[in-house]
């Protein structure tokens, strides 16, 4: 394969880290999702928490920040294609803002039935 080829994957990874920085600095609820994973890895170290534990965790975590990436892209293009207030596009970002809810509902239940152990034994 050629370099251009590996220059062009190497450049994606670049696109995609820009990305992330961009979400957490421009959104309010990327950098309270950022808290709470640093919360959330600091007791699974300060807890030791078992491997399926960690697994666990960072699955949940990853769901969150996936659900809110996309909450946070389908936001910005119905903003962007339909400016004025429509009902087909309040249902549509009300939709996705609960996809988000649903998911950190679902990891604060995973959490908690992963550290409530660790927490009170």
Same mark, same amino acid.
């Given at each position: *394969?050629?370099?251009?080829?590996?220059?062009?994957?190497?450049?994606?990874?670049?696109?995609a880290?820009?990305?992330?920085?961009?979400?957490?600095?421009?959104?309010?609820?990327?950098?309270?999702? !950022?808290?709470?994973?640093?919360?959330v890895?600091?007791?699974?170290?300060w807890?030791?928490?078992?491997?399926q534990?960690?697994?666990?965790?960072?699955w949940?975590?990853?769901?969150?920040?996936?659900?809110?990436?996309?909450?946070?892209?389908?936001?910005? *293009?119905?903003?962007?294609?339909?400016?004025?207030?429509?009902?087909?596009?309040?249902?549509?970002?009300?939709?996705?803002?609960?996809?988000?809810?649903? !998911? !950190?509902f679902?990891?604060a239940?995973?959490? !908690?039935?992963?550290?409530?152990?660790?927490?009170?034994?």
């Amino acid at each position: *394969m050629s370099n251009s080829y590996f220059r062009k994957r190497l450049a994606s990874f670049g696109y995609a880290f820009t990305g992330i920085f961009s979400f957490v600095k421009s959104e309010p609820h990327a950098r309270i999702h !950022a808290v709470a994973t640093v919360i959330v890895v600091v007791a699974g170290c300060w807890f030791h928490v078992g491997k399926q534990d960690w697994l666990w965790l960072i699955w949940a975590m990853a769901i969150v920040w996936i659900t809110e990436m996309m909450n946070t892209v389908i936001e910005k *293009m119905m903003d962007h294609l339909s400016p004025a207030i429509h009902p087909t596009v309040k249902f549509i970002k009300d939709v996705a803002a609960g996809a988000v809810l649903v !998911a !950190a509902f679902a990891a604060a239940i995973t959490g !908690a039935v992963i550290f409530w152990p660790y927490i009170f034994r």
